[in-house]
């Protein structure tokens, strides 16, 4: 994974990672996550599947992640419009973060969530 491109905002920022052959975008959120930070990380999505050559998945690591903004769920149905994104996958190592994605899933249902960082690091690999 080599760093693509880091989004600020007043209170936090994701790093933005892809794998070589551009078929993984990995974020790592750290921080506050508010609409201004989500919608710039869309924007960088948006980029990233106008360039992709082919399929691509989407793994955002909530692990750094503080603090959010109960708004940001119905932002992140942006996610839909990106014809090239095979896959949402959320790495939460966190039940309460979990317990928000199962509650807000009905808006923005992840195709994948993980618990374990091993797996998330074979992913990451592949």
Known sequence: MHKLT????????????????????????????????????LKVLEQFDAQARGKWKYILDTSKVKVVNPINPFLLEGLTQFSKMEAYIVYAPSPIVRLMLR????????????????????MLAD
């Open 6 to 41: 880091s989004i600020e905002s007043r209170f936090g920022y994701i790093e933005v990672y892809t794998n070589e052959d551009r078929s993984t975008l990995y974020a790592i959120p750290h921080g506050y996550v508010g609409p201004a930070l989500v919608k710039k990380d």
């Open 103 to 122: 509650l807000t899933a009905w808006i923005n249902k992840p195709d994948r969530v993980i618990r374990e960082e091993s797996v998330l690091q074979k």
